[in-house]
Each structure stands twice: as C-alpha cells, then as structure tokens.
C-alpha cells in the first residue's frame, strides 16, 4: 500500500467538489455523523437533496458563498492506496491555489463539462499541470448524463483535448466519461456507457504506477539539520539530517558537498537509529562522512559522479502569488528546500497567458495568478536542477522580506 | 527497483521527520505541544526518530486545564521521564486566578476556549516562536484547509484568507516578532494511519485508550466518565460501562466509546468498522455549531 497525491481541477459548475464527495462517499469514507451534518445543511437548499459538495467546502464563508477560498485536503484509503486530494478551487483570480495543490500531486484530474467540451479553463488548468510537471493526468468528462451518455459527444472532447495535450506534451493521459452526480464510473464501471472500454475512476486512480516517478539516478541530500549531541559518550558524534529527495545513497560513496565543492566518502547512514547499508528517496535520514568539512543547512550532499547545477543567475518560470506586483529590480529571499539565499529579479523576459500558452510582451509588472518568464539573480551560489528534468530539486519559493510572505513559485529552467 | 520501495506509513513517517527538522532549522525557541494523547505520543516518537541521539531541540509544554485525566498526566510525566526531555506544564487554573477569568458554568463547564489564554501567556513567557501541535486535517474540515506551517498573528489568531502558499515541500517559517508559527507534522496522517503506526512501532499508550471499566452518565447519546468536574442531576442515567477513549481531551468533552478492544489489534478492527468520524464520536464541545473549530482556530486555539 503506498500513496497517490493527487489534485482535481475545474470549477464548482464542473461539479468537482460533487466529484469528491462521491470518492468520498462510495469509498465509505464519509462518516454517519460528517453526513447528517450535511444532510441538515441539504435540507435549507430547495431540492431537498443530499448536497456532497458540501462535504468539501470547511470554512464558514465557502459555505455562505457556495465557493471554495482555499486549498483544501482530503484523504481516504482504499485496500490498496491511501489517496491525498489537494481540493484547489478553479475560478480565474484562484491560479495561485492550482499551483499549490498541483505542487505536491503525482495526478491531476481535469474535469470537463460534457455539454461544453474543451474550454478555456480546460486549458488554463492542462496549463498548469504541464507547467508544474505533473506525471499523470486524467481527463474526466463529467455530466454525461446531461448529454444522454452520447459516445460522440465523448469522443469528440476526446480529440479535442488531445490536441491540448500534444501541445503542451502532457504525458501520461487517461480519458474517463462519468455523471458525478449519479456515481457512474466513479467507483464501479457503469453499465451507462456501455461503448466505453476503460475502468473506473478509481480503479484508474489506484492503479496509476507512481513509485516509477520517483528518480534514484540524480541522487540530492538537502542538509536540514546537523545532530551533535556533545555529551561525552557521543563527543565525536556529528550526523548531518536530511531526506534524501531523489537517488540512492550507498556506504562509501564517494560525495561532494554543494556550492562549496568540497569532498568526502559516507561512513555510516542512519534511519532512525538504526544503520542502514543505503538510504533512498524520499527517506528521511542521518549521513555521517569521513571528513570533519564545514557542512551547514542548506547544503547540498550529492555524489561525486553526478552533479547538479551550480549558479548564479537562474532562468525561472514563476507564478506571482503576491497580492504586491512584482516590480523588476525588487529583492526577495529564495528558498530552494532548506536552502534561503537573497536574490534579485532582473527582468521580466515575457509573460504566459495561461489560456493560449502564447508569449506576450514583458509587462512592467507582474500582478497576482500571472505566470512570467524571468531572470533571477541570487547573492550565492545555488545548487538546482531543472524543474522539468527534477521537481524536487527544481521548484523555489520567493519570500517577501518585509511582510515574510510567500510571494512567487519559480519553476527553473 | 522493487526493493526501494516505501509503504505508506514509511511516506507519512519521512514527510514528518522532515517537518520535524525543518521546525529545528529555521527557529530558535520550538516547542512541542504535549496532550498525553496519542497524537501526541506519536510525534513525540518522530521526533527520537528526527533527533536522536541528540537531544530534542525544544522541550514538551503541556497547557494543563485542571480537567485531565489522571491516567494522561501519568502517562505525560512517565514518558518525559523515560525519554529524558525537558516538560514545561503550564495551568489553566492559574491564568483563571491571575487574570480573573470567568469560567464557564453548567453541566459540562469546560476549560476549553480558557486554556487559550494559557497558552498565549506561555508561548509569551518563554518566547516561542513555534509551536508542533498534533493536529491532523482529517479530523475536523477547518483543519483540512489549514497549513503545515501555519502563520499566527501576535494574538495567536489564524487568518484563513491570508495563509501563505505552501508549495513542493518547502516551508516558509519567517516571521515578525510576536507572531509565531504552529507547525502540525502529522497534518496528512488520518487516524487508522495514527493506529497503524502505533502497532507497527509498538508505541505505549496511557490506558485509557484499552477498554475498561468506568462508571459513565449517558448524554444525549454519548457517555461521559463522572468526576469531580460534571454536575450530575437526579435525573440523570449513572451506569458502569465496558469503554475505551478514541480521543484524550477534558474530562468534560471527551466521551468515552463502549468497546471490548483490550489490544491495538482489537482497536484498528472497530476503527475500520466505525460509522462514526473521531470527533463527532468523542467530541463534546465540536458540537456547539457548524463552525466551532474554525472559530476556535481563529481566536488562537491550535
């Protein structure tokens, strides 16, 4: 049993958060208790019918607005899996929230409403995924019901959307038809559409193969913490915590600490008190080494025969979360994993409109939810992959030093 | 690549400690916020596994409301003991005296929305700039939409409109001073997984979590133990019962669950089985209105 994160994108007209409640639901997730809570606040609604959307909107004024504000998280467990849902809202100005949710998913669920096939939002959320590497996609086309379970209709989105995906070279992509609503093809396969081949969505949702996303080629040992007990006993003791975030780790690799170069060999690993032979991602661990070098937080262990980039200037893609425009020349602190080092936003190369996936013209600023091409350059040295080629060690934050406030999510190039 | 593979409860442990050692890297005074329930034993066992053999980089403080159960305190004072860390017990009857609080009246008087107060002053007196809680986002649907790192004003007030995004797994600890941050390590952990990880650790618990017997009134279809802290009525059904806790607040909104389970086994079969969610089963003072944790959460409650 292993866990699958995954996020659900489109809006509360999509019927997403219906869709949830149902996974919810007919996983025997919902409690007795969760559900007449729900029940008594159904019945202020005229239809007098069980309304799961609001199994999913938590905060008083989601529910007085019929909106959802905020990233939500949701969880249920299968024989199989547990599955994370990072509930993101879908509305324009909430961009932002799709990052966020997307950032931590290994899947997204895009949902298109049948009676309108491929709009723009579609786009703007297949956008996202793309921009934010997602390995797994499913394109669930909801409301079938509406569109009398019409395998054209299906097939047409189908081809529709394909052409998206091409364009923005979606990986791995799965098609579903269902009516949230009814429960078609949610949990069980549906007899309503007796042309389709494929499974369920949750068959689907437990049989995606993510152990394989993980990397264990580029091995990356963020420092976060150094152990050094000092007492007597353990006077010599000085273990450096981290997690390992991608690769394998071996007893006698031969390392190099970065930005600052310098070299050793791992003596012992440890998880959690124990000694171990080899540590892989994503452990959480303890690596001693041979050399008593200078090793702070922030540092990056790696092996000697594999090297990220080390730099200076970076070309970021960055999604602007700040409320404040981003003005070009203004100071941020960058923060890759545990790393935090000041930097500087030089330029604005060009901004991505998340519909069309076009280049517009630099603007002079850019405002909340706009995704921009930019140069960044940071006061020391950092060590990074490239996002597309290794999420973990490729994703940044920009912090706003004087409110403290997450501000930017850069994707570097 | 079959053998590197990772079960979920060995995900769920790694995403933790690195929490845990995040926490130790970006503050100076930490704290972790001990209940002597479970999920709070629980990260205290994270945090041997994050730390050791060195010593925890923050102490355990635990806000006492005067309305425990002893077999929890008991259990607080043992483990700290045996594991040779710092514990810091605060008392909600003191800020009461100090501040001249008025408490709540009637049958299940609870300390509660007080023990806020408590905690405030604590975190002011020793200057905490974070505090681990326990809390987990499948508990209650206000913690859903909470962050790991989670951003308190100088009041302690959570603000759900203005949290910062928190993205890959990286977390963003600055702050002014006076705010603090409250950090909740088991944030994607439900409860089968808490019970999970108990038996796979072999973790103790206090006792109260086996089935026992206990004398206990029965309310509006729950059954609360009878102490010194309920008043009871003429009316009321006084019975001993077979039960078990699922939770470990307040003697006065904490109800116990009637149960036979006198092992962890016994206990992960009928929590597989519940119909009921953790709180709405246990919770006393959730049931107060649709909101009651949010509103909580909002006046600085963790």
């Known amino acids: 049993m292993d866990i699958l994160r995954f996020i659900t994108a ?89 990052v966020t949710g997307a950032s931590n998913s290994d899947l997204a669920i895009i949902l298109v409403d049948a009676r309108n096939g491929v709009v723009e939002q579609t786009r703007r959320h297949s956008i996202i995924a793309s921009l934010l590497n997602l390995p797994h996609v499913v394109v669930a086309i909801n409301k079938m019901d509406l569109v009398n379970n019409s ?58 193969e993510v152990a394989n996303d993980i990397n264990y080629t580029d091995a990356r040992f963020p420092v976060q913490y150094v152990i050094r007990p000092q007492t007597e006993a353990l006077h010599d003791y000085r273990g450096y915590a981290g997690k390992v975030i991608s690769g394998i780790y071996k007893k ?57 980039s080390v730099e200076n200037e970076l070309d970021v893609l960055l999604c602007w979360m700040g409320n404040k425009p981003l003005i070009p020349g203004n100071k941020y602190l960058l923060q890759i994993n545990s790393r935090v080092t000041r930097a500087v936003v030089k330029e604005i190369e060009y901004k991505l409109d998340v519909n069309s996936l076009l280049k517009e013209p630099a603007p002079e600023q850019a405002g909340l939810n706009d995704i921009v091409k930019v140069k960044i350059k940071t006061a020391s040295p950092v060590p990074f992959d490239s996002y597309k080629k290794l ?22 190039q | 690549m079959s053998q590197h593979r990772l079960d979920y409860l060995d995900l769920l442990e790694s995403e933790s400690i690195h929490i845990f050692r995040e926490v130790a890297g970006q503050f100076e005074r930490p704290a972790l916020l001990f209940s002597g329930g479970k999920d709070s034993i629980v990260l205290v066992h994270l945090a041997l596994k994050a730390f050791r053999p060195g010593k925890f980089p923050f102490p355990l403080v635990h806000i006492d409301t005067g309305h425990n159960f002893q077999e929890a305190l008991d259990f607080r004072d043992h483990l ?51 505090c681990i809680g326990g809390a987990r986002r499948d508990e209650e649907k206000a913690r859903a939409k909470e962050r790991i790192f989670s951003v308190r004003d100088e009041f302690g007030q959570w603000d759900p409109k203005l949290q910062r995004p928190e993205l890959w797994n990286t977390y963003n600890g600055r702050i002014h001073k006076g705010e603090n941050v409250r950090v909740f390590p088991i944030s994607n952990w439900t409860e089968l997984d808490i019970w999970n990880y108990i038996k796979r650790n072999e973790i103790e618990l206090p006792s109260i979590y086996f089935a026992h017997e206990r004398e206990v009134l029965e309310w509006q279809g729950q059954l609360v133990a009878t ?76």
Not at chain 1, 391 to 410: H, K
């Open chain 1, 391 to 412: 999420r973990v060690n490729g994703g940044a934050i920009l912090i706003d030093e004087t409110s403290n406030v997450t501000v930017g999510a850069c994707m570097i």
């Open chain 2, 227 to 302: 102490s010194e802290f309920i008043q009871l009525d003429e009316t009321d059904k006084v019975s001993v019962k077979k039960v078990r806790y699922r939770t470990v607040g307040d003697m006065t909104c904490t109800a116990a669950v009637e149960s036979t389970a006198s092992n962890i086994d016994d206990i992960i079969t009928e929590i597989i089985a519940t119909k009921t969610s953790e709180r709405g089963e246990t919770r006393i003072d959730d049931r107060v209105s649709e909101a009651a944790m949010e509103d909580r959460k909002k006046n600085g409650y963790f």
């Open chain 1, 252 to 308: 006698g690799d031969k390392i190099t600490v970065q930005p600052s170069g310098l070299e050793s060999t791992i003596r012992a690993i440890e998880i959690g008190g124990k000694e171990v032979e080899e540590a892989f991602a994503p452990q959480s661990v303890v690596l001693h080494l041979n050399d008593d070098i200078d090793i702070s937080r922030g540092d990056v262990i790696v092996l000697k025969d594999n090297q990220p």
């Open chain 1, 151 to 208: 395998e054209d209709v299906y097939n047409n989105i189908v081809i529709d959307y394909a052409e998206v995906a091409t364009s923005l070279g979606l990986k791995d992509i799965k098609y579903i038809p269902i009516s949230a609503i009814n429960g078609d093809n949610i949990v069980e396969k549906s007899t309503a559409f007796p042309w389709y081949e494929g499974e369920s969505l949750l068959h689907i949702l437990e049989n995606v």
């Open chain 1, 10 to 98: 489109g809006s509360v007209d999509d019927g997403k958060s219906t869709l949830i409640g149902r996974l919810l639901y007919d996983s025997k997730s919902i409690m007795i208790d969760q559900l007449e809570a729900i029940e008594k606040q159904s019945k202020n609604k005229e239809d007098g019918e069980i309304d799961l959307a609001l199994l999913t909107d938590g905060l008083r004024a989601e529910r007085e607005q019929g909106i959802t504000i905020d990233v939500a998280y949701k969880y249920f467990s299968t024989p199989k899996r547990k599955f994370i849902i990072a509930d993101a809202p879908g509305h324009t100005q909430y961009t932002r929230n799709m």
């Open chain 2, 80 to 130: 700290a003991n045996s594991i040779g860390e710092k514990l810091i017990v605060r008392s909600v009857a003191d800020t009461i005296k100090e501040k001249n609080l008025t408490e709540q009246k009637g049958k299940f008087a609870s300390r509660n929305a007080l023990q806020t107060y408590t905690l405030l002053d604590t975190i002011e007196e020793f200057k905490f700039d974070a």
